[in-house]
């Protein structure tokens, strides 16, 4: 169980702005019979920030790229998945991670 932190929804929602711009893509497979599988990635043990954690592909925002953008060229990075074979479906509320920093 974690404690209960009365501002921790507000600080969750309300990154300061030295925070890094990112994306990720919560990518559902679907595969023949119809039933959903979700793609994780496993992020390298030399990596700065998250490593050897269990994640959805994603990462910082270039200049001038929207999240989808973003999203999806990470995805294809990551992955190999070409962005024109995804639908995107919509989009998630931001969310501030403190410990990279990271406003995703």
């Known amino acids: 169980m974690v404690p209960y932190a009365p501002d921790v929804e507000?600080?969750?929602k309300n990154?300061?702005?030295t925070a890094r711009k990112s994306a990720v893509l919560v990518p559902l497979l679907i595969r023949e019979g119809g039933l959903p599988d979700v793609m994780f990635t496993l992020r390298s043990d030399t990596l700065r920030s998250h490593s050897g954690q269990?994640?959805?592909p994603g990462g910082r925002m270039d200049e001038g790229e929207d999240a989808v953008t973003a999203a999806l060229r990470e995805m294809q990075e990551e992955t190999g998945v070409e962005p024109?074979?995804?639908m995107v479906l919509g989009a998630l509320s931001d969310l501030y991670i403190p410990p990279s920093n990271s406003a995703v």
């Open 10 to 12: 507000l600080r969750l």
């Open 15 to 17: 990154p300061p702005a």
């Open 54 to 56: 269990i994640s959805f």
């Open 84 to 86: 024109e074979s995804v």
